[in-house]
């Protein structure tokens, strides 16, 4: 609904009337020509679309050498602080025509809504992010450590968690701080060490943690500088 000050109007201007300023919000819309305006000491162009919100206090001054015409709102709804320097989208246009028929047909209703709807279009209310669904690591990985017989990809995992590779992928670097193949091998390692903890041969952790052969499962914690070492076998 309209504040309590809000008024809608249509007008046209022409010579500069001199600088001024309002203790309310004042938006115009171009409808037709030109309207050379100063804000606050900064030129502005309103031309057919355009708009302007002049914050409270400002002073202001306009002219238009061959004319123009606005539908203007004077308002006190202060949801208009936050557009002081946006442009309204290409939908109002429409929206402020009919609002200008409205003032000129004297439709009360059209001008009661209008100004909360002229808000509401020239920047619409952001919608609310839907919330992601959360990965279950911890299944994820029991699941992971039991295919180790398989070669599992990018989307073998992105499958469990019904994401996309390209999701799964991001989500991992976010979540995890690494990507999921990086965090796949460091899941077989982290076995393998516990495994081989518990006196298992090197030829059995290999097994179980889905490495082709001993040697490639000890080129591989070799390789992330594992201080136990594994030569030799039980």
């Given at each position: 609904?309209?504040?309590?000050?809000?008024?809608?109007?249509?007008?046209?201007?022409?010579?500069?009337?001199?600088?001024?300023?309002h203790d309310h919000f004042q938006?115009?819309?171009?409808?037709?020509?030109?309207?050379?305006?100063?804000?606050?000491?900064?030129?502005?162009?309103?031309?057919?679309?355009?708009?302007?919100?002049?914050?409270?206090?400002?002073?202001?001054?306009?002219?238009?050498?061959?004319?123009?015409?606005?539908?203007?709102?004077?308002?006190?709804?202060?949801?208009?602080?936050?557009?002081?320097?946006?442009?309204?989208?290409?939908?109002?246009?429409?929206?402020?025509?009919?609002?200008?028929?409205?003032?000129?047909?004297?439709?009360?209703?059209?001008?009661?809504?209008?100004?909360?709807?002229?808000?509401?279009?020239?920047a619409p209310p952001a919608l609310?992010?839907r919330s992601r669904r959360a990965?279950?690591?911890?299944?994820?990985?029991?699941?992971?450590?039991?295919?180790?017989?398989?070669?599992?990809?990018?989307?073998?995992?992105?499958?469990?968690?019904?994401?996309?590779?390209?999701?799964?992928?991001?989500?991992?670097?976010?979540?995890?701080?690494?990507?999921?193949?990086?965090?796949?091998?460091?899941?077989?390692?982290?076995?393998?060490?516990?495994?081989?903890?518990?006196?298992?041969?090197?030829?059995?952790?290999?097994?179980?943690?889905?490495?082709?052969?001993?040697?490639?499962?000890?080129?591989?914690?070799?390789?992330?500088?594992?201080?136990?070492?594994?030569?030799?076998?039980?």
């Amino acid at each position: 609904m309209a504040g309590a000050h809000d008024a809608l109007s249509v007008r046209h201007y022409g010579a500069s009337p001199g600088s001024h300023a309002h203790d309310h919000f004042q938006i115009l819309l171009g409808l037709e020509g030109w309207l050379e305006l100063e804000v606050d000491g900064r030129g502005r162009r309103v031309g057919t679309g355009d708009g302007v919100v002049i914050a409270p206090g400002l002073r202001h001054d306009f002219e238009s050498t061959r004319g123009a015409r606005c539908l203007v709102l004077d308002s006190s709804n202060m949801g208009w602080t936050r557009l002081d320097r946006s442009a309204p989208l290409p939908d109002t246009l429409p929206l402020a025509r009919y609002l200008a028929s409205a003032c000129a047909s004297g439709l009360v209703r059209a001008r009661q809504l209008g100004p909360a709807l002229l808000l509401e279009a020239w920047a619409p209310p952001a919608l609310p992010r839907r919330s992601r669904r959360a990965i279950d690591w911890q299944s994820l990985q029991a699941w992971a450590l039991k295919a180790v017989d398989e070669r599992l990809s990018v989307a073998d995992l992105a499958t469990r968690t019904h994401l996309s590779p390209a999701q799964f992928t991001e989500r991992c670097q976010q979540e995890l701080g690494q990507s999921p193949m990086a965090w796949l091998r460091s899941l077989r390692m982290d076995r393998a060490r516990h495994l081989r903890a518990q006196g298992l041969p090197v030829a059995e952790v290999a097994r179980r943690c889905g490495y082709r052969s001993p040697s490639a499962l000890t080129a591989a914690l070799r390789k992330q500088d594992d201080p136990t070492p594994l030569n030799g076998d039980d």
